[in-house]
């Protein structure tokens, strides 16, 4: 089998159920496993070239619309009649049934669902430990994470952030919007109170990320999340790819959370080696504005 990856979670799910052999072709962004570095590209997420992955003669393409403007991926692949799969995670769920339909078509079912349980009881220790320290704190943690700066762009209800903040013992202060991603205010952000800001825009590098930016915004030397020193960068390769390293994420924002916030970054890193293997750059956006 041939296979062409669109998406850089579908990409990583691909070869963790051990399909790597076959992935003949992947989008720009793609870069993890490292192995994907050598694979012939076809352009950007956003804006694949329909020619070249059709010159690879895949058996199988991995579609997703995970971020707005997809949309046109799939369509032309419809038009041309290339085979493909599309996946549309929006949820912690629905990632796992992601792995499992990649699975099924590719005929991995046994490695598919040996994943999925695995990912599923590494998010079971994660709500274990975080329910513990949310009950000793007497109120869940108020999260709120920043996918654009201007506008401010943050996960709604049908985001997989929103399952990631509850592992965790928390909430996603915007959880009550019906999307799966808002433009918001300063304001409105202000008017919420988060008891931590994660700061993860869409296609940066973690060093690139502006924490003075966020710090010197109106208003916010008020917020709790400030007060407290509780403002972070995140790592959006992990945090805003609906594949298997996302549970990666999880188990950061519990390190990140469970501990005084002096520390918290330094946890979180220590934590990371052991889980992930060095950082790699970003690639897949979260919803981008």
Same mark, same amino acid.
């Given at each position: 089998m041939?296979?062409v990856?669109?998406a850089?979670?579908?990409?990583?799910?691909?070869?963790?159920?051990?399909?790597?052999?076959?992935?003949v072709?992947?989008?720009?962004?793609?870069?993890?496993?490292?192995e994907?570095?050598?694979?012939?590209?076809v352009?950007?997420?956003?804006?694949?070239?329909l020619?070249?992955?059709e010159a690879?003669?895949?058996?199988?393409v991995?579609?997703?619309?995970?971020?707005?403007?997809?949309?046109r991926?799939?369509?032309?692949?419809?038009?041309?009649?290339?085979?493909?799969?599309?996946?549309?995670?929006r949820s912690?769920?629905?990632?796992l049934d992601?792995?499992?339909?990649?699975?099924?078509?590719?005929?991995?079912?046994?490695?598919?669902?040996?994943?999925?349980?695995?990912?599923?009881? +590494? &998010?079971? !220790?994660?709500? $274990?430990?975080m329910?513990?320290?949310?009950?000793?704190?007497? #109120? *869940?943690?108020?999260?709120?994470l920043?996918?654009?700066p201007?506008?401010?762009?943050?996960?709604?209800?049908?985001?997989?952030?929103?399952?990631?903040?509850?592992?965790?013992?928390?909430?996603?202060?915007?959880?009550d919007?019906?999307?799966t991603?808002?433009?918001?205010?300063?304001?409105q952000?202000?008017?919420r109170?988060?008891d931590?800001?994660?700061?993860?825009?869409?296609?940066?590098?973690q060093?690139?990320?502006?924490?003075?930016q966020?710090?010197?915004?109106?208003?916010?030397?008020?917020m +709790? &999340?400030? !007060?407290?020193? $509780?403002?972070?960068?995140?790592?959006?390769?992990?945090?805003g #790819? *609906?594949?298997?390293?996302?549970?990666?994420?999880?188990?950061?924002?519990a390190?990140?959370l469970?501990?005084?916030?002096?520390?918290?970054?330094?946890?979180?890193?220590?934590?990371?080696?052991?889980?992930h293997?060095?950082?790699?750059?970003?690639?897949?956006?979260?919803?981008?504005?």
């Amino acid at each position: 089998m041939r296979i062409v990856s669109i998406a850089p979670s579908n990409t990583e799910i691909a070869f963790a159920l051990g399909l790597g052999p076959h992935v003949v072709g992947v989008d720009d962004h793609s870069d993890y496993p490292p192995e994907v570095a050598c694979l012939p590209r076809v352009g950007p997420d956003l804006q694949v070239d329909l020619d070249r992955v059709e010159a690879l003669r895949p058996d199988l393409v991995l579609a997703s619309l995970s971020v707005p403007g997809m949309e046109r991926n799939v369509e032309g692949l419809r038009r041309r009649g290339i085979p493909h799969v599309v996946l549309d995670p929006r949820s912690w769920q629905d990632v796992l049934d992601s792995i499992r339909q990649v699975g099924a078509v590719a005929g991995r079912e046994a490695e598919a669902h040996a994943l999925a349980v695995q990912l599923e009881e +590494r &998010a079971e !220790r994660v709500r $274990r430990r975080m329910a513990g320290v949310a009950r000793a704190r007497g #109120r *869940p943690w108020r999260l709120f994470l920043e996918w654009w700066p201007k506008p401010l762009i943050t996960p709604g209800r049908w985001s997989w952030f929103t399952d990631m903040a509850e592992m965790v013992g928390g909430q996603n202060i915007f959880a009550d919007v019906a999307a799966t991603s808002a433009t918001v205010t300063p304001d409105q952000v202000l008017a919420r109170d988060p008891d931590a800001v994660l700061v993860c825009w869409c296609g940066s590098l973690q060093s690139w990320m502006n924490r003075e930016q966020v710090l010197a915004r109106p208003g916010w030397a008020a917020m +709790r &999340a400030i !007060r407290e020193g $509780r403002v972070y960068p995140v790592p959006e390769d992990l945090f805003g #790819r *609906p594949g298997p390293r996302l549970i990666t994420a999880v188990e950061m924002l519990a390190e990140l959370l469970d501990g005084p916030p002096e520390t918290a970054m330094e946890r979180a890193r220590l934590a990371w080696p052991r889980r992930h293997g060095r950082p790699s750059p970003p690639g897949e956006g979260s919803p981008r504005p």
